[in-house]
């Protein structure tokens, strides 16, 4: 699987964004899909996945929201980005691969195929 993100730019606190993923590869509907942030000066972190069942696992962070979706026929995956908080500000990238545990999902290091990130600031 091949990744694009994009959707990322700059919104003042309390708005909103989607971000989007675009995928190529045939195995795309069996992947798990999620997406990841990292802030400057901080590690890359966990924001959110969905299975090729399209049950949703969030980070505590973001839940309620943000929420994820996926288009299998499309091979797209989007993240809505509501009430967007300063602390949201970080480069966002989609990832996929086949995970098997969804105590998985949100490690990293289980992702093999990563868009190149798309940048989020928000503004206080």
């Known amino acids: 699987v091949q990744l694009q993100a994009s959707g990322g730019g700059l919104v003042q606190a309390g708005g909103s964004l989607r971000l989007s993923c675009a995928a190529s590869?045939?195995?795309?509907?069996?992947?798990?899909m999620a997406w990841f942030r990292q802030a400057p000066g901080k590690e890359r972190e966990f924001v959110g996945a969905?299975?090729?069942?399209?049950?949703?696992y969030y980070a505590e962070s973001v839940k309620g929201r943000f929420t994820i979706s996926r288009d299998n026929a499309k091979k797209m995956v989007y993240l809505q980005m509501n009430s967007l908080k300063p602390e949201d500000t970080a480069v966002y990238y989609c990832?996929?691969?086949?995970?098997?545990?969804?105590?998985?999902?949100?490690?990293?290091?289980?992702?093999?195929?990563w868009g190149q990130g798309t940048l989020v600031t928000v503004s206080s």
């Open positions: 590869g045939r195995t795309f509907s069996d992947v798990v």
């Open positions: 969905i299975n090729r069942n399209l049950s949703p």
């Open positions: 990832a996929g691969d086949r995970v098997y545990s969804g105590s998985r999902y949100s490690d990293a290091e289980r992702y093999g195929a």
